[in-house]
């Protein structure tokens, strides 16, 4: 059996059945996420480098095998925070356990699939865009330990001042998270500041569509844009963010013994309507093992202004996730 769907049967048939210890926090979707608050600022970035991160984590293995080719759509970054009051495990024996509550940063870009017209070797994008997160950080353990272990997003542990943080004031925002400041013999692995955010002067414009596509009608990608501009006057209610999910193999130091390309799949519901944050800066700090800016492509240790600002409340479901390609 040859190709990415080949491939795939192969692995799924020589799967063997998980072990379930009910210490084990490693809960499968579907979830279901009740009266969540976000807050998010959209930040300039370096298309090149949202490139870079797609072919270092989605573009993994060979095209002929994979099928597919993720390409970065526009040059901004999404940094969210948001407050999940509930967080429902949705299937049993799971959903009779109880809920879990959580704050969480992430910051999200734009991406599109290309797949090859069959006999021309050309590319061309899918129905309509996905997103990635290539930096999650939470404040809860079984979130961070089922999101890395069961889907593959990159959750690392975190502090949020204040807590929980939602339409806080004043307007003064700080997370950290473990990090070395250098790469020394002498350097400890200690809580660091990632992100703050700091009141500004002025004010910010209203937000215009529907989460998680608001503001988006006014991007400039002329190849794609009649695509973009045909989805988002549906604006369906589901979405797909796509990342990289792998484990290192224990007797060696550069083999991972399984990686894969997983999209999650989210069904939002009850959106409201997208409401101006205050006129605030965000600062990312840059540390020797954790670049966000660098890795995005926007300056470190400085005041950023946002492009744009808003928050909003909803409820999400994600009904699961799916295998894209196996790299075996």
Same mark, same amino acid.
């Given at each position: 059996?040859?190709?990415?769907?080949?491939?795939?049967?192969?692995?799924?048939?020589?799967?063997?059945?998980?072990?379930?210890?009910?210490?084990?926090?490693?809960?499968?979707?579907?979830?279901?996420?009740?009266?969540?608050?976000?807050?998010?600022?959209?930040?300039?970035a370096?298309?090149?480098?949202?490139?870079?991160?797609?072919?270092?984590?989605?573009?993994?293995?060979?095209?002929?095998?994979?099928?597919?080719?993720?390409?970065?759509?526009?040059?901004?970054?999404?940094?969210?925070?948001?407050t999940?009051?509930?967080?429902?495990?949705?299937?049993?024996?799971?959903?009779?356990?109880?809920?879990a509550?959580?704050?969480?940063?992430?910051?999200?870009?734009?991406?599109?699939?290309?797949?090859?017209?069959?006999?021309? %070797?050309?590319?061309?994008?899918?129905?309509?865009?996905?997103w990635?997160?290539?930096?999650?950080?939470?404040?809860?353990?079984?979130?961070?330990?089922?999101g890395?272990?069961?889907?593959?997003?990159?959750?690392?542990?975190?502090?949020?001042?204040?807590?929980?943080?939602?339409?806080?004031?004043?307007?003064?925002?700080?997370?950290?998270?473990?990090?070395?400041?250098?790469?020394?013999?002498?350097?400890?692995?200690?809580?660091?500041?990632?992100?703050?955010?700091?009141?500004?002067?002025?004010?910010?414009?209203? *937000?215009r569509?529907?989460?998680p596509?608001?503001?988006?009608?006014?991007?400039?990608?002329?190849?794609?844009?009649?695509?973009?501009?045909?989805?988002l006057?549906?604006?369906?209610?589901?979405?797909?963010?796509? %990342?990289? !999910?792998?484990?290192?193999? *224990?007797?060696?130091?550069?083999?991972?013994?399984?990686? *894969?390309?997983?999209?999650?799949?989210?069904?939002?519901?009850?959106? %409201?309507?997208?409401?101006?944050?205050?006129?605030?800066?965000? !600062?990312?700090?840059?540390?020797?093992?954790?670049?966000?800016?660098?890795?995005?492509?926007?300056?470190?240790?400085?005041?950023?202004?946002?492009?744009?600002?808003?928050?909003?409340?909803?409820?999400?479901?994600?009904? %699961?996730?799916?295998?894209?390609?196996?790299?075996?």
């Open positions: 059996m040859c190709g990415p769907a080949g491939a795939l049967q192969e692995m799924e048939m020589a799967m063997v059945q998980f072990i379930v210890r009910a210490d084990d926090p490693e809960i499968p979707p579907p979830y279901d996420f009740p009266n969540m608050s976000i807050m998010s600022f959209r930040l300039a370096n298309v090149a480098n949202l490139q870079n991160l797609c072919d270092q984590l989605l573009n993994i293995g060979s095209l002929s095998r994979r099928g597919f080719e993720y390409r970065a759509v526009a040059g901004f970054v999404d940094m969210d925070i948001v999940y009051p509930k967080m429902l495990f949705d299937h049993a024996p799971y959903s009779g356990w109880g809920f509550s959580q704050q969480e940063l992430y910051f999200r870009f734009l991406i599109w699939k290309h797949e090859p017209i069959p006999g021309t %070797g050309v590319l061309f994008p899918a129905d309509i865009p996905e990635t997160f290539p930096f999650i950080f939470v404040d809860n353990s079984w979130s961070m330990i089922s890395r272990n069961v889907i593959g997003f990159p959750k690392v542990m975190a502090q949020f001042y204040p807590t929980p943080v939602h339409d806080p004031s004043p307007f003064d925002i700080t997370v950290s998270a473990l990090a070395l400041k250098t790469y020394s013999t002498a350097t400890q692995l200690d809580w660091q500041p990632i992100v703050e955010i700091k009141p500004d002067k002025g004010t910010s414009s209203p *937000a569509g529907n989460w596509w608001i503001g988006l009608d006014g991007l400039v990608f002329p190849t794609l844009e009649p695509y973009l501009e045909a989805f006057a549906t604006v369906p209610t589901a979405f797909s963010s796509v %990342g990289l !999910k792998q484990f290192r193999d *224990a007797p060696s130091l550069t083999n991972a013994c399984y990686q *894969a390309v997983v999209a999650t799949h989210f069904a939002p519901y009850g959106i %409201g309507t997208p409401t101006p944050l205050p006129a605030a800066t965000v !600062k990312v700090k840059q540390y020797a093992s954790l670049d966000i800016p660098g890795s995005l492509g926007f300056a470190a240790n400085t005041p950023l202004q946002p492009i744009l600002q808003y928050a909003v409340t909803l409820s999400m479901r994600a009904p %699961g996730a799916t295998n894209l390609f196996v790299n075996s």
